[in-house]
């Protein structure tokens, strides 16, 4: 990896300047003022100095997603379920919608109900969302969908309108990926709540809400108290744990001003390491290689003046015992001396299957909270709802590029939910 500075008089002088040698594939790494130096330095005009990397090896090309997709997907239903009738068998209760054939005049709902999913924040916030409840901690709404206090409470037929909206959640939801399991939990939750002259637009704002309260407050690295905390980042190879670590460490020390300390229990890759070594040099924080539990006490001790001690671990095959228990020991020796916080680093591309079992074979070891990395390399996000409920371990952050530090953010349900619903984010 190619690390350089460049100064301008603007951040996009001196960015324009290093693709000007090092070409397009630079990655911005750090933006901060330059240090001026010289008798006569006070006089001069603030500049701006852009630390760039770049890697010499060509980086994998982000897999591409169509903007448009037709929406007349046909539910997935087994052959135990429907025999050519009109019946979805959902988790709970029964959906009934008409599935097949999907009619032109479905297709201009669709249309009328894309353009309000579009404008989806206003809606909810007009007409169904009150601001002064935190929907977040209401554990009661998960079970029980909110109703208008002058609509009946029995159930009757449900409306054309309504109907054409249960076929587009269906199929919105399938091609974001969420599973078919929570899917058919959804639709049948609208089909629970519909009656006679209810617009569609009430069960669209359930559903979000419901979805909001399913993946629950981000939790985010916490203020530090009484340090220092260690931030421990766990999770296979390849899925970004030392960029993301970067990116949070560049937001503590730099932008919070918080003492920061980097280590690596990850000895097995030596690339990953020396990567880490530049990040933490770019910083000018301390780094260190740790090679044993002595080491990682004896490194406790020497930050023990520190406000976040940060560990990059080493990603392993879930069936590699010895790795594993490896990590874990680090983890517990940790425990043992200060507060800890652990991060389970998953990519948004990676397939539903294979993310339960990472997910699983780490909640073995210990209780974390979740990070999705490459977002933007990915169009479907339903992972991050399946994988929510699946493990019940909240979200802390997203990232959706190699940027340091800009390309990640605290974790936003109602824009996530957004997206899967078919509004734009």
């Known amino acids: 990896m190619i690390i350089k500075k460049y100064v301008g008089r603007t951040e996009s002088e001196a960015t324009e300047e290093a693709r000007k040698e090092l070409g397009p594939n630079i990655v911005v790494m750090t933006v901060r ?20 990397g770049l890697e010499e090896e060509t980086e994998r090309a982000p897999r591409s997603f169509s903007t448009e997709k037709e929406r007349t997907v046909t539910p997935k239903i087994s052959s135990d379920d429907y025999s050519q009738k009109d019946t979805i068998i959902a988790s709970g209760g029964r959906v009934t919608p008409k599935v097949a054939p999907v009619v032109s005049e479905v297709k201009d709902d669709n249309s009328a109900i894309e353009e309000k999913l579009d404008n989806l924040s206003n809606l909810l916030e007009k007409n169904f969302l009150k601001p002064e409840k935190n929907v977040q901690d209401d554990k009661n709404d998960f079970d029980e969908p909110v109703a208008p206090a002058n609509k009946p409470s029995k159930n009757s037929e449900v409306s054309e309108e309504t109907m054409s909206f249960i076929k587009l959640l269906y199929n919105t939801l399938i091609e974001n990926e969420v599973d078919e399991i929570y899917v058919n939990q959804l639709t049948d939750e609208v089909e629970k709540i519909s009656k006679p002259g209810l617009p569609f637009d009430y069960a669209l704002a359930n559903v979000y809400q419901k979805m909001v309260l399913k993946f629950g407050k981000s939790e985010p690295i916490e203020p530090v108290t009484d340090g220092p905390r260690a931030e421990i980042f766990i999770g296979p190879t390849g899925v970004g744990k030392t960029t993301t670590i970067a990116k949070l460490a560049s937001e503590l020390s730099v932008t919070q001003k918080k003492k920061v300390a980097l280590l690596t229990v990850d000895t097995y890759r030596i690339a990953a390491a020396e990567q880490l070594r530049t990040y933490a040099s770019i910083l000018e924080i301390p780094f260190r290689v740790i090679y044993t539990v002595d080491e990682m006490k004896q490194a406790a001790e020497d930050f023990k003046d520190y406000d976040y001690i940060m560990v ?114």
């Open 33 to 52: 003022p330059a240090k001026k130096t010289g008798f006569f330095s006070i006089f001069q005009p603030q500049k701006i100095e852009v630390t760039v």
């Open 312 to 425: 990059d671990t080493a990603g392993h095959s879930l069936h590699n015992e010895e790795l594993k228990q490896g990590v874990e020991s680090f983890i517990r020796v940790l425990e043992d001396i200060m507060d800890c916080e652990n991060f389970l680093v998953l990519s948004a591309t990676t397939k539903y299957r294979d993310l339960i079992e990472i997910a699983d074979a780490y909640s073995e070891m210990v209780a974390y909270k979740l990070i999705f990395t490459k977002m933007d390399e990915t169009g479907a996000k339903g992972n991050l709802y399946n994988i929510r409920i699946h493990t019940g371990s909240p979200i802390a952050y997203i990232t959706n590029g190699q940027n340091v530090p800009d390309d990640i953010a605290v974790f936003d349900a109602q824009r996530i939910v957004k997206n899967l619903l078919g509004g734009k984010s």
